[in-house]
């Protein structure tokens, strides 16, 4: 009787973790929200004046996330994103870092936004 009581528990607790496992594998959501939003952030800070590449980088992977996303491929999409807003964030960091310090922006890059006062 023990032995079936241990047999039943293990079974339980395998289909649990099998669940719990399929239950993370669906789409990137909020992954993908948050890729988008610090890229939105990146720009606002001047990334495209002081860190285009970085920028570029975080929109190219932004992309990339979205269509493996749109093939269903979530696990890949959101490696992606997370990629995405790592490097976003790493360009705002930049950005915010070179601005205050004074840096003039790269050639080929579009000034900054002014906002009147």
Known sequence: MSSLKSTFRLLLCSCLLVVAACSTAGPPVQEMSDAR???AAAREAG???YADAGLRSAEDRLAEAE???NQRMYWEARRLALDAKDSAVDA???S???REAGATPTPDAPPPNKTPP
């Open 37 to 39: 939003q610090a890229i």
């Open 67 to 69: 269509t493996q996303l």
């Open 96 to 98: 915010r870092s070179l």
């Open 92 to 94: 705002l960091l930049r």
């Open 47 to 49: 990334a495209a004046t």
